[in-house]
Structures are given as structure tokens and as C-alpha cells.
DNA sequence: TCCTACAAGAATTACTAGCA
DNA sequence: TGCTAGTAATTCTTGTAGGA
């Protein structure tokens, strides 16, 4: 632990082991906060600090439950192919001999890029989360559009512009104000203290 | 293994047109 | 008049191939 990590946890104890705390003061542009903030710290550089985690905090948070959520799908997505495949054997299903190895796993997998969405054809009936879910449904027709196309049928904003006839670079708009809004939306979904870096009542001056 | 060049995709900027 | 959605031009980022 360096003296400048060692000086904040000092004023700040009850954040010394928050992995998030450590992560945001590891990146150099935090990092320079942090240490302006304990050298002259003042009201507008403590809200500056705070703005700057609540940002980081919550891109941990979106991270996490997308990470999360193409896990249950993955998991999900196996189970009910195992399902299918148990009610529905087929021939390359059936077992070669005593080890347990079946016909199927002779053929080569040339697919290997299988997307577990494109079972899906629209974001909406992949998502899990109420509040995602709300947010997406506030969005105009084309921004779903776009964002289906993008993350439930995995097409590049080019190949998204091709089909609907505009340009890259439209696409690209769109499809970056549909994530704001989102964002926002999920953001105001917060509490205020939540995200707080340092509670108001344990400002140091000095 | 490192460096460089190149390509493709995405993002940014500046500007225009249509609409309420 | 301001907002929204569009475009062209440009820049940035990332992945990859090839050579030293």
C-alpha cells in the first residue's frame, strides 16, 4: 500500500477493504482526484470525487449485471438444449460404444461462434432486470430496433446501417443515445448516498 | 517478441433539413 | 427558433499480418 492510498484510508477508515475504493484510487486519472482532494480539500473538490466514483461505481454495476445475465442465459441456454435434446434424441446423438462417447462429437464444429440471443428476437425477451427492462421500453421504436439488431442479432452499426438504408455514422448516434438514456434512466434508479465516495458528515479539512 | 503498417469498425465533429 | 435525425469527413481504436 503506498503513502498516498495509506494517508486516505487514515481520514476515510471505514472505506480501508472496499475493493471498489481500491479499484477507483489503482486508475491514474482517480488517482490525481484522490490526491488533490487530501491537499487541498474543499467542498467542490469533495463533490468532484464523488461525482467521479458514483460514474465508476455504477459502470461496475452495469458490468456486473450484464457479466451476470449472459451467465444465467448461458446456463439457461444449456439447459434447454439438453432438454430439447433428451425429448428430441437424434441419430448423431446415439452413443458409439461403452465409453460414453456419441457420433455427434466426431463431427467437426465449424460454428463454434454460436450466439445463445439469436434464439431471441428482440432485447426484451432476454432481459431479466425489471428496471433495464422499463428503461428499454421508454426508448423510440428504432432505438429497440437498433439495439436488437446489435446485441440480440450481433450486427455491426455498418451492417445495421445497410439494412435500414441510413448512415454508419446514424446508427452509431442512435444507437449511443439509446445507452444514455438507459443509463440515466437506471442511474435516477439509484439513492442518493449510494454511490457516495465520502458521506457529507465525514468531510477531513485538513 | 517487438515494431510497423494496414484495414475495419466505431465515434466525433460540423453542418443541413424537416418539423412543431 | 429549437429540437431531432440525418450526412460527409475525419479521427480514434482495435485486431492482424508481416518482417526484423
Same mark, same amino acid.
Given at each position: $500500500?503506498?503513502?498516498?492510498?495509506?494517508?486516505?484510508?487514515?481520514?476515510?477508515?471505514?472505506?480501508?477493504?472496499?475493493?471498489?475504493? +481500491?479499484?477507483?484510487?489503482?486508475? !491514474?486519472?482517480?488517482?490525481?482526484?484522490?490526491? /488533490?482532494?487530501?491537499?487541498?480539500? !474543499?467542498?467542490?473538490?469533495?463533490?468532484?470525487?464523488?461525482?467521479?466514483?458514483?460514474?465508476?461505481?455504477? +459502470?461496475?454495476?452495469?458490468?456486473?449485471?450484464?457479466?451476470?445475465?449472459?451467465? @444465467?442465459?448461458?446456463?439457461?441456454?444449456?439447459?434447454?438444449?439438453?432438454?430439447?435434446?433428451?425429448?428430441?434424441?437424434?441419430?448423431?446423438?446415439?452413443?458409439?460404444?461403452?465409453?460414453?462417447?456419441?457420433?455427434?462429437?466426431?463431427?467437426? +464444429?465449424?460454428?463454434?461462434?454460436? !450466439?445463445?440471443?439469436?434464439?431471441?428476437?428482440?432485447? $426484451?425477451?432476454?432481459?431479466?432486470?425489471?428496471?433495464?427492462?422499463?428503461?428499454?421500453?421508454?426508448?423510440?421504436?428504432?432505438?429497440?430496433?437498433?439495439? /436488437?439488431?446489435? @446485441?440480440?442479432?450481433?450486427?455491426?452499426?455498418?451492417?445495421?446501417?445497410?439494412?435500414?438504408?441510413?448512415?454508419?455514422?446514424?446508427?452509431?448516434?442512435?444507437?449511443?443515445?439509446?445507452?444514455?438514456?438507459?443509463?440515466?434512466?437506471?442511474?435516477?434508479?439509484?439513492?442518493?448516498?449510494?454511490?457516495?465516495?465520502?458521506?457529507?458528515?465525514?468531510?477531513?479539512?485538513?
Amino acid at each position: $500500500m503506498d503513502s498516498l492510498v495509506s494517508e486516505f484510508y487514515r481520514h476515510y477508515s471505514h472505506l480501508k477493504y472496499n475493493k471498489a475504493v +481500491d479499484s477507483f484510487i489503482s486508475q !491514474t486519472e482517480n488517482r490525481k482526484l484522490v490526491e /488533490d482532494f487530501l491537499r487541498h480539500p !474543499t467542498a467542490s473538490k469533495e463533490d468532484h470525487l464523488n461525482e467521479a466514483f458514483k460514474a465508476y461505481y455504477f +459502470d461496475i454495476r452495469f458490468t456486473s449485471y450484464v457479466s451476470s445475465s449472459l451467465y @444465467y442465459h448461458s446456463v439457461n441456454f444449456d439447459k434447454h438444449i439438453r432438454k430439447y435434446s433428451e425429448r428430441h434424441p437424434l441419430t448423431l446423438d446415439n452413443q458409439i460404444g461403452e465409453d460414453g462417447g456419441s457420433y455427434v462429437d466426431l463431427v467437426p +464444429d465449424p460454428a463454434s461462434d454460436i !450466439t445463445p440471443f439469436t434464439m431471441y428476437s428482440t432485447l $426484451m425477451e432476454c432481459l431479466e432486470n425489471e428496471e433495464l427492462l422499463q428503461a428499454y421500453k421508454t426508448l423510440t421504436d428504432k432505438q429497440k430496433h437498433i439495439l /436488437d439488431l446489435a @446485441y440480440v442479432q450481433e450486427l455491426s452499426n455498418t451492417e445495421i446501417a445497410r439494412m435500414l438504408g441510413v448512415s454508419q455514422q446514424a446508427v452509431s448516434k442512435t444507437h449511443r443515445k439509446a445507452l444514455r438514456r438507459l443509463k440515466s434512466i437506471l442511474e435516477k434508479g439509484e439513492s442518493i448516498n449510494h454511490g457516495n465516495f465520502i458521506r457529507p458528515s465525514q468531510r477531513s479539512e485538513g
